[in-house]
């Protein structure tokens, strides 16, 4: 049971210790000290894959997910943001796995929130601290056995080191590593040299500083009836989501067009179709797409898998590629997509009456997404509709990464030499010796066969200087 409780312990000190929080916004209002659904379960997922006493195959990101919503449940962190109002006269809130869910702890301290505690132990005998740990520590066990994540444990076995030992640097270039490795394993790329320097270049942050302050009241006054209406409006939300990307002149001219009143269906309807003209004018005007075209390989690998029908490693691969691409342009596509998507679902507002919602929406959005000459115009729409339609998983970390990076930094942790196992092999390793000596035999065949052909009669001698 200790050691249940122990596992329960590293969990949430991985949690403090790897999450991103930072400021974020969504639906016009700011958070301070938050991080996303999704990264907290990618952290979750990490460690558990490094403790000795977790079988990688047992785990799940499903998995991962429940251990989230014990944590929540037991107050070691609360959902933030509307998601808090919508769920506050309920009895439990559910977790969400996404990118677009915010949570905050509870306490700032490291100390976990352990289900039983209670400030009178203070007043307990030894033998009752005893008793009332191990109770403590059973019902630990229980949860964790609960929720499928916690193996039969063995005596005398240890987590592993928290990974927080290495620096951030090094676990940046280890995910960043792995993530090629096994991106190469799915497609084939000729040339590195875009994929490292072009893929991962950022673009000026327009989001997210701390002296950033959106300070257009006038458009916060007309938007709040959006944020008060009886029913909310996820096409809105949407479409306002990827208004906080946007240049201070957009925002003024939307909340110019806004209409007086939002009581009337007429009036959403209206106010729908000027935030729908204002994205399609902001990105329209773009010079550059959201996806780098220098990352054509990339994209053509990943739209032959499409073509192929390997949708599961399509979607692995777009998953790997996404997190090549620096955090505020990963950000802002994914807002994009999400818009796109729930702006294309023919059930909604009709963009225009000719032809279907998802029609307008690919022949419109595609170059806003991936622009390449090289590429035709189907193949294009062919990954844009893609994207559009796995909007919702493309931005979670794929199973197999996190055990990769996982291994190889408890290898950097335990000392030993990371290279050895990667967890697949495209070649056999030699010794140095052995490369020397098949050296010398290469060149010594080569030069055996530039003799032959030399000594050969039949061939003229302009066909052996082409062979040659």
Not at 157 to 182: A, C, F, G, Y
Request: hydrophobic share 35%; aromatic share 8%; with cysteine.
């Amino acid at each position: 049971p200790f050691q249940a409780t122990q596992l329960w312990n590293s969990i949430i000190h991985a949690l403090h210790s790897q999450v991103e929080i930072k400021r974020r916004r969504q639906h016009l209002k700011t958070y301070k000290n938050c991080f996303t659904g999704s990264n907290a379960v990618d952290v979750v997922l990490s460690h558990l894959m490094q403790s000795m006493y977790l079988s990688c195959n047992d785990i799940s990101r499903l998995k991962g997910v429940r251990v989230c919503q014990a944590l929540m449940d037991h107050k070691v962190f609360e959902p933030v943001g509307a998601k808090l109002y919508l769920f506050k006269n309920e009895k439990e809130t559910e977790f969400e796995d996404t990118n677009t869910s915010l949570y905050k702890f509870v306490n700032s301290s490291l100390a976990p929130l352990l289900p039983g505690m209670n400030k009178d132990n203070e007043n307990l005998s030894p033998e009752q601290l005893c008793k009332q740990k191990t109770k403590r520590c059973s019902k630990v066990e229980e949860l964790l056995r609960s929720i499928n994540v916690h193996a039969s444990l063995p005596p005398k076995v240890m987590v592993n080191e928290p990974t927080h030992l290495l620096s951030k640097r090094v676990i940046d270039d280890v995910w960043k590593e792995q993530t090629l490795l096994r991106l190469l394993q799915l497609i084939d790329v000729p040339l590195l040299e875009d994929i490292l320097v072009s893929s991962v270049k950022t673009k000026p942050d327009c989001f997210g500083k701390e002296d950033l302050i959106i300070s257009n009241t006038f458009l916060d006054r007309e938007v709040a009836f959006c944020l008060n209406l009886p029913e909310l409006d996820k096409w809105l939300y949407a479409a306002i989501e990827c208004l906080e990307y946007f240049p201070d002149e957009f925002i003024v001219m939307v909340s110019q067009q806004l209409p007086q009143s939002a009581n009337k269906p007429s009036s959403l309807n209206t106010y729908k179709k000027i935030l729908f003209d204002i994205i399609i004018k902001y990105y329209s005007q773009k010079k550059d797409s959201l996806l780098a075209t220098q990352d054509l390989d990339i994209h053509s690998g990943i739209i032959e898998l499409i073509e192929k029908g390997k949708t599961d490693q399509a979607l692995e691969a777009s998953q790997l590629y996404l997190k090549l691409l620096a955090p505020n342009i990963r950000e802002e596509l994914h807002r994009l997509l999400a818009f796109i998507a729930i702006a294309s679902e023919s059930e909604g507002y009709k963009l225009q009456k000719q032809f279907e919602n998802r029609c307008v929406i690919i022949k419109t959005c595609t170059k806003f997404v991936l622009q390449n000459k090289t590429l035709s115009k189907p193949q294009a729409e062919l990954l844009t509709q893609f994207l559009m339609d796995n909007h919702s998983e493309l931005f979670k970390t794929p199973l197999m990464l996190l055990e990769l990076t996982s291994r190889k930094l408890e290898s950097l942790l335990e000392g030993q030499d990371p290279d050895i196992n990667s967890g697949f092999t495209f070649c056999q390793r030699v010794t140095t010796k052995e490369y020397e000596e098949q050296k010398q035999q290469t060149n010594q065949y080569l030069l055996t066969l530039v003799q032959e052909m030399d000594n050969d009669l039949t061939i003229p001698l302009k066909q052996k200087k082409k062979l040659v």
